[in-house]
């Protein structure tokens, strides 16, 4: 199995207290390539200090439950404009409250 353009989810930002959390298309790390294709469950749910969520990755298929549970209903969330309709419902899905705004970029 080649270890080279693995998908992988995103499990949480470094630092809770962050303002701000970007999720990339992809990234590399050594000699491999990983597609961010999955938001966790609470990935955000420790993040109280989150204002912007900016995410860059246009494969997010999935987006497991809570994942933005305990985020300020001020924070506002990126994506890109190509992939605005689908990632709204699939994140109002998943728990997403409706007062916080998703912006196209």
Do not use: H, M, W
């Not at 303002?19 to 992809?26: F, L, S």
């Not at 109280?48 to 999935?62: D, E, M, P, V, Y």
């Amino acid at each position: 199995v080649s270890k080279k353009n693995v998908k992988v989810q995103y499990v949480k930002p470094a630092d809770e207290d962050d303002e701000t959390a970007e999720i990339p298309e992809k990234f590399t790390r050594g000699s491999y390539k990983y597609t961010v294709t999955a938001l966790g469950a609470k990935a955000f749910s420790e993040c109280a200090s989150l204002k912007k969520i900016s995410i860059q990755s246009t494969k997010i298929t999935t987006v497991k439950k809570n994942a933005f549970k305990g985020i300020d209903d001020t924070a506002e969330i990126e994506v890109p404009k190509a992939k605005y309709s689908k990632y709204k419902k699939l994140f109002q899905t998943a728990g997403l409250s409706s007062k916080i705004k998703i912006k196209k970029i």
